[in-house]
């Protein structure tokens, strides 16, 4: 029955939709009704947008408070925060500080980490060349001595698929979290850099000046002479 179904559809005609015609040409294309479902949706999804929208002014509470608004205003149309600067410059010294050493700690322990994975995967890139020293009980066993006749461990090509797939694919993830604890490790000695260098800069009290490369936008600090 599927092969007469087929035929049937085979032989039925294509159904065109027409085109734009030709007094009407000013108008533009015939919109088709692929796009008119386009624009429903979107308009059905703005309409939706809007009702919740009015629904929450509808329900909103007049004397609803937030913690956020003593320090928020609008200024010229826009939103904006007030910081607070009530911290002295000790204290914000400190807590660079602080934030400087977790960073180092940090640090520290991902470069642990990355060698404690170098250290596993050091020899897996290349064939390892085992050796395998074998004694006798006198000299004439070592001229007649047949290396061959010893078993010999399962070569790469001798080890079931199944066992050589799991391998290769646990070498993969452990290879990706190697990049990934690089990078992570790279961006944490970044932002290390980046608190040293404010910190140098608030304790030279006004003795460097910070010049931008328009190009690369990258800011070139020189210190004065004391």
Not at 122 to 142: A, C, L, Q
């Amino acid at each position: 029955m599927s092969s007469f179904k087929n035929a049937a559809q085979a032989q039925r005609r294509t159904h065109r939709e027409r085109s734009q015609p030709a007094h009407r040409k000013k108008f533009g294309l015939l919109e088709k009704h692929k796009d008119y479902v386009v624009r429903a949706k979107d308009f059905n999804k703005k309409k939706r947008i809007v009702k919740q929208l009015r629904t929450i002014a509808d329900e909103k509470n007049p004397d609803e408070y937030y913690r956020g608004m003593i320090k928020s205003s609008i200024v010229e149309g826009k939103h904006t925060t007030v910081r607070d600067n009530s911290l002295s410059a000790d204290a914000l010294k400190l807590m660079k500080t602080q934030d400087a050493n977790y960073l180092q700690v940090k640090l520290q322990a991902e470069k642990q980490k990355i060698a404690k994975l170098q250290s596993v995967l050091h020899d897996t890139r290349h064939e390892k060349v085992n050796t395998h020293t074998v004694f006798v009980d006198s000299d004439s066993e070592v001229d007649t001595f047949d290396p061959e006749s010893l078993e010999t461990p399962l070569q790469k090509e001798q080890q079931p698929r199944e066992v050589h797939k799991a391998l290769c694919k646990m070498k993969k993830q452990q290879y990706s979290l190697l990049r990934l604890r690089v990078e992570r490790a790279e961006s944490l000695g970044q932002a290390a850099a980046k608190l040293k260098l404010q910190r140098t800069i608030a304790a030279s009290k006004g003795s460097v000046g910070g010049t931008i490369n328009k190009k690369t936008s990258v800011t070139t600090y020189k210190w004065r002479k004391q």
